[in-house]
């Protein structure tokens, strides 16, 4: 049995380029990674997992200069950011094809799949109508 709080389910769905949050089993708060006890109502219940638009806002970011894992998909600088889902739930990601002047909190994103030759990543861009 894995435990409560496990990310297979997200890392499945990924791999099928699905997005896929937990949600607590008994308020349907929506939270991210699972928690062991949910956060509004208290729950230990195993979580339910969900497919999400990936539509949301950024709501926090920070510019890396140095690429620090090897086989990184993204050339520095790069943008990682924390998006806060229209779901409630808040997931890091990178942010690519937004110029980073133009960075601004609230802005609307959505979740997209990238694929090359080390794999697909889940990517953040601006949603169509900010695209710059
Ligand atoms: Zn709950």
């Not at 979580?47 to 920070?62: C, K």
């Not at 806060?84 to 959505?110: C, F, K, T, W």
């Not at 990238?114 to 949603?127: K, M, P, R």
Request: hydrophobic share 35%.
């Amino acid at each position: 049995m894995s435990p409560r709080y496990s990310l297979t389910p997200h890392l499945e769905g990924l791999a099928r380029h699905e997005l896929l949050i937990s949600a607590c089993a008994a308020c349907g708060s929506q939270q991210f990674p699972p928690k062991a006890v949910c956060t509004r109502c208290g729950s230990m219940q195993r979580p339910r997992w969900s497919r999400v638009s990936g539509d949301g806002r950024l709501w926090s970011y920070s510019v890396f200069h140095k690429t620090y894992l090897t086989d990184f998909h993204l050339p520095s600088p790069y943008v990682v950011a924390v998006i806060e889902l229209d779901n409630g739930a808040r997931i890091y990601g990178n942010l690519v094809g937004v110029p980073m002047p133009s960075l601004r909190i609230g802005q609307r994103v959505h979740a997209e799949f990238t694929t090359d030759d080390q794999g697909s990543h889940l990517i953040f861009v601006a949603a169509d109508k900010e695209r710059t």
